[in-house]
């Protein structure tokens, strides 16, 4: 019989559900907008790489999400879903570039998810002191669509 005085620290480890790390504490996939479209020749490869991508395999989806960029009609979706997959297998500096296509973008359907994302680029590479005073801006608005988040950054950074 094992000594219960021994289960007790694998009872805590298990309790323990929340990451050590802010960066996959806060990190969360860009919602999949794509996976919903009716099938066609044309756009099978990326159906096929957004089930994978919700499934949790952010790297198989990459490649397929950088040759859609060259033909795609909505660059900002498919750049948000790139900057989300690079940053969710630990490419924050390459998310952080295509996050910038973004907010240089004329248009500004992603302005909001991009200024977040950019926020955990920088938490995700070691940039708290970035990351927080981004957290802070995002939190201070009205409204923004991740102020809570942001919030939570904040209060999870000591800030």
């Known amino acids: 019989m094992r000594h219960p005085a021994l289960l007790l620290p ?4 298990a309790a323990c559900s929340e990451p050590s790390d802010p960066c996959a504490r806060h ?5 999949d907008l794509i996976s919903g479209r ?3 020749e044309k756009n099978a490869a990326l159906l096929d790489a957004m089930e994978r991508y919700s499934a949790g395999d952010l ?3 990459i490649p397929v999400l950088e040759a859609e960029l060259r033909s795609a009609p909505n660059q900002e979706q498919v750049r948000m879903l790139l900057a989300s997959a690079l ?3 630990g490419h924050p500096y390459d998310a952080e570039l295509q996050l910038d296509f973004i907010e240089h973008s ?3 359907d992603y302005d909001e998810a991009a200024a977040w994302y950019t926020v955990l680029c920088w938490l995700c590479s070691g940039q708290q002191d970035r990351a927080l005073d981004g957290a802070r801006t995002i939190a201070a608005r009205p409204r923004h669509a991740f102020k809570s988040r942001a919030e939570q950054l904040v209060e999870d950074l000591g800030g």
């Open 38 to 40: 009716a099938r066609t």
């Open 10 to 13: 694998l009872l805590a480890l």
């Open 59 to 61: 790297a198989a989806a």
């Open 87 to 89: 940053l969710g297998t």
């Open 27 to 31: 990190y969360e996939p860009f919602p």
């Open 106 to 108: 004329a248009r500004n």
